[in-house]
């Protein structure tokens, strides 16, 4: 396994939905939910870097996983974890969201195990489930190129579908689990936000911006994340269903 730190981002005033990793998914703290899927992947040690000693109480006596405080005024997550792995001394730093509710270790070993061996920046991605919402701006849609590196990323449907009679189109979804090269991330962080990234809101665009290679990854375990108060009813169906299979 590559050397690998992971680190969770998480905000207290989440612009959509404040205090978010805090709320509780069927009885427990969202964040507690993904540290606890987080644990199964046998990775050596996992931090939550947060600006809220709330968040930190929580984490540290339900989850007693390592917290590092840091600075309030971050634009987004990857800035914030960019701040931590200046403090530590690793190869690589995997960046788990900290709503993304269904992060199997699964996905985290494939991450680990698929990315190139000259990698720069991976991420996974998946494919829109029959149902799902492609229209829906909280949730960001990617194109790669046929060797998987990552052509654009979009709050809108892409590739834009012009008329009926064109072939059918499948698209495809990020996953909030994004994997550095500490020393890229590092770079990464000390980069000016792009117009690109201010108009989407999506921090991963500062890296094509910028020409850092992204790589994409495909990956067909199930997603659920939670971006607004309105995701928090099916996200305890779904994360209860999705238990109750597990165990059966």
């Known amino acids: ?11 207290y005033e989440s612009e959509r939905f404040p205090e978010k990793v805090l709320c ?9 939910h993904v540290l606890e899927r987080i644990m199964g992947s046998g ?20 989850a007693g996983c390592r917290v590092e ?21 690793s ?43 492609v229209f829906d701006t909280n949730i960001v849609k990617v194109l790669t190129n046929r060797n998987g ?3 654009y990323m979009s709050r809108t449907p892409i590739p834009h579908r012009r008329g009926n009679d ?5 698209y495809f979804k990020q996953v909030g689990l994004y994997l550095f090269r500490r020393d890229v991330l590092l770079e990464f962080s000390n980069l000016e936000p792009t117009a690109l990234e201010r108009i989407e809101g999506i921090e991963l665009l500062r890296a ?13 375990w199930p997603t659920c994340d939670v971006n607004v108060p309105e995701d928090v009813q099916d996200a305890e169906k779904f994360v209860g269903d999705f238990d109750s299979e597990k165990r059966s």
């Not at 730190?5 to 905000?11: L, M, S």
């Not at 509780?24 to 507690?32: A, E, M, S």
């Open 24 to 32: 509780p998914i069927n009885g427990k703290p969202l964040i507690v």
């Open 43 to 62: 990775v050596s040690e996992i931090i939550v870097a947060t600006d809220s000693e709330k968040i930190r109480d929580v984490v540290r006596s339900s």
């Open 149 to 151: 590196r990552m052509i």
């Open 208 to 220: 094509l911006d910028y020409g850092l290679p992204l790589h994409g990854i495909y990956s067909d």
């Open 69 to 89: 405080m840091t600075k309030s005024d971050h634009k987004c997550g990857t800035d914030r974890i960019a701040e931590v792995a200046a403090r530590i001394s």
């Open 166 to 170: 064109v072939e059918s189109i499948d």
């Open 91 to 133: 190869e690589f730093v995997l960046n788990v969201q900290g709503d993304e509710l269904i992060i199997g270790p699964h996905m985290i070993d494939q991450i680990l195990e698929q990315c190139p061996e000259d990698l720069h920046i991976g991420t996974l991605y998946t494919r829109f489930e029959a149902g799902e919402n």
């Open 1 to 11: 396994m590559k050397d690998v730190i992971v680190i969770v981002p998480a905000r």
